[in-house]
């Protein structure tokens, strides 16, 4: 069995199986680099920070005509 296949298409599989792994890769080694947080720490942060308000308000509005 023969497979022909143009060399652009080659090309574009191979540039888009590359970025995957690098996708991947990259990835993994960020959350191989993120520090474990214990619970105390995490009762810390959650009692310093709370939990975002809920209401969000407007920074910039526009109404445009179509």
Avoid: G, Q, W
């Avoid at 080659?10 to 991947?24: D, G, M, T, W």
């Avoid at 680099?33 to 105390?40: A, L, M, R």
């Amino acid at each position: 069995m023969e497979i022909i296949i143009d060399k652009n298409e080659l090309y574009s599989l191979v540039k888009e199986a590359v970025r995957e792994v690098l996708h991947e890769e990259r990835f993994e080694f960020l959350l191989k680099n993120v520090p474990f947080v214990s619970e105390e720490e995490m009762e810390d942060i959650k009692n310093l920070y709370d939990k975002p308000s809920a209401k969000k308000e407007v920074a910039y509005s526009e109404t445009i005509e179509i």
